[in-house]
């Protein structure tokens, strides 16, 4: 079984800053690629950030130069640094890590339940 946990979210004022952690637990054999996606209300679940392997990082054109991704293999955890927020970047942010439980299982993408961050005056 498998576990992936946020944690991070809150309220923060426009311009500010706030850190996302991620740590992923459990049967995992290895890991490919973390990352952080964000659902707001009434609109579908898009990518803020990836890293896939151990350095290979994708960013979403609306953050880019604002947040960043970084990721701690040996405790199986991913961070977002996210600077300037803007009311735009309101959302529910889920960790995501795509991962192997076995040396002959397959890739499965694993989610956490989701943390809230709110960009407001």
């Known amino acids: 079984q498998v576990h992936v946990v946020e944690s991070g979210g809150g309220l923060v004022q426009p311009g500010g800053s706030l850190r996302l952690s991620c740590a992923a637990s459990g049967s995992i054999y290895s890991i490919s690629a973390m990352g952080w996606y964000r659902q707001a209300p009434g609109k579908q679940r898009e990518l803020v950030a990836t890293v896939i392997s151990f350095v290979s990082t994708n960013y979403a054109d609306s953050v880019k130069g604002r947040f960043t991704i970084s990721r701690d293999n040996a405790k199986n955890m991913v961070y977002l640094q996210m600077n300037s927020l803007k009311p735009e970047d309101t959302a529910v942010y889920y960790c995501?890590?795509?991962?192997?439980?076995?040396?002959?299982?397959?890739?499965?993408?694993?989610w956490g339940q989701g943390t809230q961050v709110t960009v407001s005056s």
């Open positions: 995501n890590a795509r991962l192997r439980t076995g040396p002959s299982s397959r890739i499965l993408d694993y």
